[in-house]
């Protein structure tokens, strides 16, 4: 079970790599209430994962490609949500990758 998997091995990490897809509807799909970036995000912070590392995936998918605009969108989407949590964003590294 991949759940059940995740949170063995997050409940021993020091450090987290959240990837968040920045494709449109993607994004959202994950970011949404019952969302599974919410869900990692809760899991880890929960677990005890006090630092954490977002990777904003697909970003050759934006419109237009590599759109910083889109990038910052997402930051800003994820940074409030991790707040709300417990984490420090201003703390959190985010990282566009493809």
Known sequence: DFIKNMITGTSQADCAVLIVAAGTGEFE???????QTREHALLAFTLGVKQLIVGVNKMDSTEPPYSESRFEEIKKEVSSYIKKIGYNPAAVAFVPIS
Do not use: R, T
């Not at 799909?29 to 969302?35: E, T």
């Open 29 to 35: 799909a994950g970011i949404s209430k019952n969302g």
